[in-house]
């Protein structure tokens, strides 16, 4: 068992109900812009809290909010089960919304950055008007019709896989056509990779199909990622 330095914590959603989340604090909290995380299908797992542990050791706050309510999978069928069963718009506009003010009142400026489902959970909070300061996706997104681009304040990133089999790459066209139509500062990049190519779980037989960890462009996207965030959200 991987060990998370980071802890739990409780925070309220827009209409009062709590969320618990996974906070990871930077050795310097002190000015620290925060981010919040949002998780793949698996769950908030330990692969996901790595994920904001990273961030942590690269001087942010990173908060992952539990949108399965403490489950958590490694199995694709209950995987695609849990992920189902999530509302998508109420996650959105209220859990990560919720994560988003309680970051704010720790951090200046706050960004959003999401894995598959959290790509589109990223893309769809910001087009409903979750106010950030910056959004990273990472191979993922809603119907487009779903993204009211028009609400997007604050640039966005994109992470996308040419070979990505569970979200196609012309979508991608037209969703990068989509926000400069609407003068959102887009800044979007294609890999010759496969879907969760950042995931490091995604390798040998145990993974699903269809997916496929590549360190070479997970480090790439990573340092877009990080020289992305280090100009939208120190200063």
Same mark, same amino acid.
């Given at each position: 068992?991987? &060990?998370?330095?980071?802890?739990?914590?409780?925070?309220?959603?827009?209409?009062? +109900?709590?969320?618990?989340?996974?906070?990871?604090?930077? =050795?310097? =909290?002190?000015?620290?812009?925060?981010?919040?995380?949002?998780?793949?299908?698996?769950?908030?797992?330990?692969?996901?809290?790595?994920? %904001?542990?990273?961030?942590?050791?690269?001087?942010?706050?990173?908060?992952?909010?539990?949108?399965?309510?403490?489950?958590?999978?490694?199995?694709?069928?209950?995987?695609?089960?849990?992920?189902?069963?999530?509302?998508? /718009?109420?996650? /959105?506009?209220?859990? !990560? /919304?919720?994560?988003?003010?309680?970051?704010?009142? $720790? %951090?200046?400026?706050?960004?959003?950055?999401?894995?598959?489902?959290?790509?589109?959970?990223?893309?769809?909070?910001?087009?409903?008007?979750?106010?950030?300061?910056?959004?990273?996706?990472?191979?993922?997104?809603?119907?487009?019709?779903? !993204?009211?681009?028009?609400?997007? &304040? =604050?640039?966005?990133?994109?992470? @996308?896989?040419?070979?990505?089999?569970?979200?196609?790459?012309?979508?991608?066209?037209?969703?990068?056509? +989509?926000?400069?139509?609407?003068?959102?500062? &887009?800044?979007?990049?294609?890999?010759?990779?496969?879907?969760?190519?950042?995931?490091?779980?995604?390798?040998?037989?145990?993974? !699903?199909?269809?997916?496929?960890?590549? =360190?070479?462009?997970?480090?790439?996207? @990573?340092? $877009?990622?990080? &020289?992305?965030?280090?100009?939208?959200?120190?200063?």
């Amino acid at each position: 068992m991987t &060990t998370h330095s980071g802890s739990t914590v409780t925070f309220k959603r827009p209409d009062g +109900k709590d969320v618990q989340g996974y906070l990871a604090t930077p =050795a310097h =909290a002190e000015g620290a812009p925060a981010i919040v995380v949002i998780q793949e299908w698996w769950g908030l797992n330990d692969q996901i809290r790595g994920v %904001a542990d990273r961030l942590a050791r690269c001087g942010y706050l990173a908060l992952v909010p539990d949108l399965y309510r403490g489950k958590s999978t490694v199995e694709q069928e209950e995987a695609h089960h849990l992920m189902e069963g999530l509302n998508f /718009a109420d996650a /959105a506009t209220q859990d !990560i /919304a919720g994560a988003v003010t309680f970051l704010r009142q $720790r %951090a200046g400026k706050v960004g959003i950055t999401g894995f598959c489902m959290g790509g589109a959970l990223t893309l769809l909070a910001m087009g409903q008007g979750v106010a950030v300061d910056a959004g990273a996706a990472w191979y993922g997104m809603p119907p487009l019709e779903y !993204i009211d681009a028009g609400k997007i &304040t =604050a640039p966005v990133l994109g992470h @996308w896989a040419t070979q990505d089999e569970f979200f196609a790459i012309d979508n991608v066209d037209k969703l990068e056509a +989509k926000l400069k139509e609407a003068g959102v500062s &887009t800044e979007f990049h294609r890999y010759l990779a496969h879907h969760a190519f950042a995931n490091e779980e995604a390798v040998g037989p145990g993974r !699903i199909a269809a997916t496929q960890y590549d =360190a070479v462009w997970a480090a790439q996207a @990573w340092d $877009r990622t990080l &020289t992305f965030f280090g100009r939208t959200l120190w200063g």
